[in-house]
């Protein structure tokens, strides 16, 4: 069974902090892929990043930034010097492959909804 | 069109009654999944298409749940005898390929209300 588990249900910070949402995934495939979506209010989720499991890199772009270690199954996320705009709610998921190499579905954590306050 | 398009954005059923709820991916998309979300909670996965086969349906919480894509583009998710608890985002995503490590466009959901 695969599961994704975002411990933090809602964070508040003042505009300029750094922010970190925490991300912890369980799954027995040693092949999978790590997926953070953003979801403003408009509904509509919005794709930041995809990692797979045999890359542990971590990966910087703009303010965000991600920390992967497999050695702890965790998949956080960094926002540095937040923003207003920022605010939405985050979800970290997780996909594994079928064994007959086709795309299986997402499994999503709960969320964290961030607030960022002017 | 540029993203996945759902129709309709809202849809207010009373109980008992059958809805559909349309998606249109993105063209040339071979992979199509729909999710449902309820309030608070994040997307559970319902089902999945590849082209016009239905490959994992096992989302779907009962038999009143029904999706097809016959022509492998346009989807539509089906409930028969809406009952309260359906009430919930149903969102639609599709991807260009196979693999997971392809990304997943979403849009921007059906609310249902079942009052």
């Known amino acids: 069974a695969q599961k994704v588990t975002q411990a933090q249900t809602e964070i508040s910070v003042v505009e300029k902090e750094d922010v970190t949402l925490d991300c912890v995934y369980e799954?027995?495939?040693?092949?999978?892929?790590l997926f953070w979506y953003k979801q403003p209010p408009s509904g509509e989720l919005v794709f930041l990043i995809r990692?797979?499991?045999?890359?542990?890199q971590n990966e910087i772009s703009g303010r965000y930034s991600w920390n992967f270690q497999k050695s702890t199954s965790s998949f956080n996320f960094t926002i540095t010097a937040s923003q207003v705009v920022d605010s939405a709610v985050y979800f970290c998921?997780?996909?594994?492959?079928?064994?007959?190499?086709?795309?299986?579905?997402?499994?999503f954590g709960k969320g964290t909804h961030l607030i960022i306050q002017p | 069109g540029a993203g996945v398009s759902q129709s309709p954005r809202y849809k207010v059923a009373k109980r008992g009654q059958d809805v559909a709820l349309r998606c249109d991916p993105i063209?040339?998309?071979?992979?199509l999944f729909w999710y449902q979300q309820a309030l608070g909670q994040g997307p559970e996965f319902l089902t999945y298409?590849?082209?016009?086969?239905?490959?994992?349906k096992s989302g779907l919480p009962s038999d009143r749940f029904f999706a097809e894509r016959p022509e492998g583009s346009v989807s539509t998710l089906k409930i028969q005898r809406t009952q309260q608890e359906d009430s919930a985002v149903y969102l639609c995503?599709?991807?260009?390929?196979?693999?997971?490590?392809?990304?997943?466009?979403f849009g921007q959901g059906t609310r249902l209300t079942v009052v």
């Open positions: 995503a599709s991807s260009l390929g196979l693999g997971g490590n392809t990304e997943a466009f």
């Open positions: 799954t027995r495939d040693t092949t999978y892929y």
């Open positions: 990692r797979n499991s045999f890359d542990e």
């Open positions: 998921a997780l996909r594994t492959l079928y064994s007959g190499g086709g795309a299986d579905g997402l499994t």
């Open positions: 063209s040339g998309h071979v992979s």
């Open positions: 298409f590849q082209n016009e086969a239905q490959l994992d």
